[in-house]
Nanobody, 128 residues
Framework: QVQLVESGGGLVQAGGSLRLSCAAS????????MGWFRQAPGKEREFVAG??????????AYADSVKGRFTISRDNAKNTVYLRMNSLKPEDTGVYYC???????????????????WGQGTQVTVSS
């Protein structure tokens, strides 16, 4: 079992920044892939960013819509994954979910069904 708790969401003006945190507990970083997804009202949950590690190597993936603005990172000592979001836009508004995959993958998984544990979500609202 893995428990994921997100924090750091809030209301920010367009152009601003936020950093989301995802604290993991349980079978923590036996996870192979950690990802961030978001869901806007009336829309499907979509991939935002993910990190996969194999030994000491890390691999990253980002949605095209956030490349160059968002950065995913992890702190093993704190069992925490972060999502740094800069130059925020109103279309970044939504509930942001942290997810982990506890079985091996050859790539950074970008589909929601590829993850087996999810956090409860944190709201991000970007005003224009």
């Amino acid at each position: 079992q893995v428990q994921l708790v997100e924090s750091g969401g809030g209301l920010v003006q367009a152009g601003g920044s936020l950093r989301l945190s995802c604290a993991a507990s349980g079978r923590t970083f036996s996870s192979y892939v950690m990802g961030w997804f978001r869901q806007a009202p009336g829309k499907e949950r979509e991939f935002v960013a993910g990190v996969r590690w194999s030994g000491s190597s890390h691999y990253y993936a980002y949605a095209d819509s956030v490349k160059g603005r968002f950065t995913i990172s992890r702190d093993n000592a704190k069992n925490t994954v972060y999502l740094r979001m800069n130059s925020l836009k109103p279309e970044d508004t939504g509930v942001y979910y942290c997810a982990c995959r506890t079985y091996w993958a050859s790539v950074v998984v970008t589909t929601a069904r590829g993850y087996d544990y999810w956090g409860q979500g944190t709201q991000v609202t970007v005003s224009s």
